[in-house]
Every structure is written in C-alpha cells, then in structure tokens.
C-alpha cells in the first residue's frame, strides 16, 4: 500500500456505515482485475485490515471477526484500498495467496453467469472445500 498503515479513527469516520455498523467490501486481484469475493467489514475489521495489511471481514452468520486465509491459507495480502464516491463501499485490492477467494473452492465467488434465464456455474472447482477447511 502507498499509504502509511497508521490507521486514525478519522479516516474511519469519513465512511458512510450502515445502521448496523457495516460497510460491503469488494476484493479485487491487484494483478488482473478480477473481482473475487464481497464481505462486510466494521471499523474494527478495516483498521485492522489496514495494519495488518492483509483481509480481515466481519462475519455476519458468526458474529466475528474473520480474517481471509486463517483456515484454507488462502490470505488475501492487501495492496491498495479505495472507497468509493458515496463512501459506501470499499474495494481491497488484494494479491490472492492459493489462488481460492471462494469457500466453494472456487477462484472467485462469481461463479455462475445468467444465460437464457438459468443461472449457470462457469468456473470449475480448483480444490475439494473439505480439503481446505475439513469435513463440517
């Protein structure tokens, strides 16, 4: 990133949050442009994002914080950060570690295109989801 990592709780304040204290973050692949995946993020997952200098969302279904990569190894390594005009969503440009954004075992989770009415999956699978977080 070109910017100092020191977060401040003024840049933080400059984001439009939702009620619930979120923000939607798209991750983007810094070397192609390929969008990967979407999170939500809070002021604590961005700052810490920020320093740490890799992906950190809230998860919503578990009520924590999560950061990418911590069980499959594929870590997003943050490279650039942007918001927005409306200041309401932010785009992680990220070199994705293992090639797989998504949980699905996919490489992004835009998987599926819509054709003739019928949504249909287009990106093959690159690795077994119970090989990268074990059998649930």
């Known amino acids: 990133m070109q910017e100092s990592t020191n977060a401040s709780p003024g840049w933080l304040d ?7 204290g979120l923000v939607p973050a798209i991750a983007q692949d810094a070397n192609n442009g390929d969008i990967l995946m979407m999170a939500w993020m809070n002021r604590e997952s961005l700052q810490l994002t920020v320093e740490e200098g890799r992906a950190v969302y809230w998860s919503r ?11 499959s190894g594929n870590q997003q390594v943050l490279k650039d950060i942007r ?6 969503v932010i785009l992680l440009k990220v070199e994705q ?3 797989i954004a998504c949980h ?21 699978v690159l690795q077994d989801p119970d090989t990268l977080y074990g059998s649930k």
Do not use: M, V
């Open 14 to 20: 400059e984001i439009a949050w939702t009620a619930d």
């Open 61 to 71: 279904s578990r009520g924590k914080l999560w950061r990418k990569g911590e069980s």
């Open 83 to 88: 918001l927005d005009c409306d200041a309401d």
């Open 97 to 99: 570690k293992g090639g």
């Open 104 to 124: 699905t075992g996919r490489r992004s989770c835009f998987y599926r295109n819509l054709q003739d009415g019928q949504w249909t999956t287009t990106d093959p």
